[in-house]
């Protein structure tokens, strides 16, 4: 079974600095896909950033950016120029890639979530 | 907004109740999955359908029942409702064609509480 944990609950960063968040994973599969979602106050799940396993390159997407490394089982959220608007619960997650055929079991693993507070 | 719905957004009851819980998938997606977010549990997956059969299940208690209509929406079932039942449910879709990755997109959720 695969399991997702995230070692910090809780995590503050200051206004316009970068923050690292944590997150290792354990799984048997050689291919699969890792998330970063984000849940604000509003509690509606955000697709933040994603990677496939089988890529050796780091996903990027403007301010957010991730350090993957598959040996270690491990996949780090960096968020630079942090905003206010980046306070929230960030969730690790994970999903096996699907067979060939549609209808496969897609379902996401998720870590406990850390809570991030940006502080202007 | 994603493009998914769930009806009712607050659902308060008693202990002993059951509830049905709705989701509508985004116009297109076959998949459709539920998933818990408690205090004590974290989110986690509940069951996913697919085109109306159901095709994986996670940590879904014997109280639960979930279903998936001909018109593609979902719904989950709660009865014999107890006080650590209280939680948000998540309904997600996908398109879920063969192969690949395709994106789970996340309704707002619906907000159980149980008194």
């Known amino acids: 079974a695969q399991t997702v944990t995230q070692s910090q609950p809780e995590m503050s960063v200051q206004e316009a600095e970068t923050v690292t968040l944590s997150c290792t994973y354990d799984?048997?599969?050689?291919?699969?896909?890792l998330f970063w979602y984000k849940q604000p106050p509003s509690r509606q799940m955000i697709l933040v950033i994603r990677q496939e396993a089988y890529k050796q390159q780091n996903a990027t997407e403007n301010r957010f950016s991730v350090n993957f490394q598959k040996a270690a089982k491990s996949f780090s959220l960096k968020i630079s120029d942090s905003q206010l608007g980046d306070t929230a619960m960030y969730f690790c997650a994970f999903m096996k890639h699907k067979t060939r055929y549609g209808g496969s079991q897609g379902n996401l693993i998720f870590g406990k979530g850390t809570k991030l507070s940006v502080k202007p | 907004d994603s493009g998914v719905t769930q009806t009712p957004k607050h659902l308060i009851t008693a202990t002993g109740q059951r509830v049905t819980l709705r989701c509508s998938p985004r116009?297109?997606?076959?998949?459709v999955y539920w998933y818990q977010q408690s205090l004590d549990q974290g989110l986690q997956f509940l069951i996913q359908y697919y085109n109306g059969e159901e095709r994986a299940k996670g940590n879904i208690l014997e109280r639960f029942s979930a279903q998936q209509f001909p018109d593609l929406h979902s719904e989950l079932n709660l009865s014999s409702l107890e006080l650590g039942d209280s939680a948000l449910y998540f309904c997600a879709s996908s398109v879920d064609l063969a192969g690949g990755y395709d994106e789970q997109f996340f309704g707002p959720g619906t907000r159980l509480t149980v008194l």
């Open positions: 116009s297109g997606d076959l998949s």
């Open positions: 799984t048997s599969e050689s291919n699969y896909y």
